[in-house]
């Protein structure tokens, strides 16, 4: 699914505008476990409380289910907790922050470019992780 676009793979970085920059975050597959991401913080400072897990099969289908969150420690649960109190709208997907860009002027295309790229990075982030 992902644009076999290659090289400027970090611009997106410096794009994405506001919240509180980039995390790594553990969400869990239904279908292929638990999995690391690096999202964007909402403007609370947490992870979205979902992202899409980036499982590519050996076809090269993205795998792209709704994956939750899931806090490694019970300190993040917690945090969780507090968060949710005060949190009226939050984005279930991940790349839904970016289409705020859409209405600034940002092309669909350039848009969805840009969200591959972020997926293309965490592949290989992914697989230098698995298979060293
Ligand atoms: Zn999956």
Do not use: I
């Amino acid at each position: 699914m992902a644009a076999l676009e290659v090289g400027a793979a970090m611009t997106y970085v410096v794009k994405v505008r506001g919240a509180g920059g980039l995390v790594v975050a553990e969400y869990e597959c239904p279908a292929h476990g638990r999995f690391e991401v690096t999202v964007q913080r909402e403007a609370n400072g947490d992870p979205p409380e979902h992202a899409c897990c980036s499982f590519v099969d050996a076809n090269g289908r993205w795998c792209d289910r709704l994956s939750p969150w899931r806090p490694s420690s019970v300190r993040g649960w917690v945090k969780r907790g507090e968060v949710q109190r005060g949190k009226s709208e939050a984005p279930e997907h991940p790349t839904w922050m970016s289409t705020r860009e859409l209405g600034e002027g940002m092309s669909m295309a350039e848009w969805q470019a840009k969200r591959d790229k972020v997926w293309e990075e965490h592949d290989r982030k992914q697989d230098k992780e698995l298979f060293g």
